[in-house]
């Protein structure tokens, strides 16, 4: 089985970085997928990491060691808009499963 | 290109009713996956459809819940009859393959 664990909520301010991590163990890893969701609104595609490092794309990056079962999602720049839910998910043999999300708010 | 498509967006039903949702995944894409969402948590696996073949369906409550994909293209999720339980968020999503999943907007159901 897979077990994800991220923490539940953050808080930042616009203009800042801020970092998401996410842990997890499990029975097969075929990649790390980071989703973001917004209120009443479906989880949209954000990054994937198969191997271990940094993968970039824009203000955000996402990185995974899988020797340590460990991801972040790093947000740069932050704005307002970024204020949502961010869901890590394993991919396993052939499904995803996901964490629980981390709510992020970002103040002016 | 058009997304993922699911229909209705908001559903309130009496415990005990039945319900139906539909889902249009995008076009080309014949990997289809049901998922429930609680309030609060990640979305969890019901069932998931290679072309028109249930391929998982080990998390889907079969003593109400039932899908069905017969063309491989859309597909619909039926709840019958409903608890106030049921009360999620219905996503659909669909990918090429093994590819990325994108999700549709969600059917939120409210059995009361």
């Known amino acids: 089985g897979q077990n994800i664990d991220q923490p539940t909520e953050m808080t930042a301010t616009e203009g800042a970085i801020v970092q998401i991590n996410c842990t997890y163990q499990t029975s097969g890893f075929n990649g790390l997928f980071w989703y973001q969701q917004h209120a009443g609104e479906a989880p949209t595609f954000l990054s994937y990491?198969?191997?271990?490092g940094l993968e970039e794309k824009g203000r955000f990056s996402s990185f995974l060691s899988r020797s340590k079962g460990y991801s972040y999602l790093l947000l740069k720049e932050l704005q307002m808009k970024d204020s949502a839910s961010y869901l890590c998910?394993?991919?396993?043999?052939?499904?995803?499963?996901f964490g629980k999300g981390t709510m992020l708010l970002v103040s002016p | 290109e058009a997304g993922v498509v699911q229909s209705p967006r908001y559903k309130i039903i009496e415990k005990k009713q039945p319900v139906a949702f539909w889902c249009n995944p995008i076009s080309g894409h014949n990997t289809l996956y049901w998922y429930r969402q609680n309030l609060g948590q990640g979305p969890e696996l019901l069932i998931r459809?290679?072309?028109?073949?249930?391929?998982?369906d080990s998390q889907l409550p079969k003593d109400r819940f039932s899908a069905e994909r017969l063309k491989g293209v859309d597909s619909t999720l039926k709840i019958q009859p409903a608890e106030l339980g049921d009360s999620a968020v219905y996503l659909c999503a669909s990918s090429a393959g093994q590819e990325t999943q994108y999700f549709g907007p969600g059917t939120r159901l409210l059995v009361l």
């Open positions: 990491n198969v191997l271990d």
């Open positions: 459809y290679e072309n028109e073949e249930a391929v998982d």
């Open positions: 998910a394993v991919k396993g043999y052939s499904t995803l499963t």
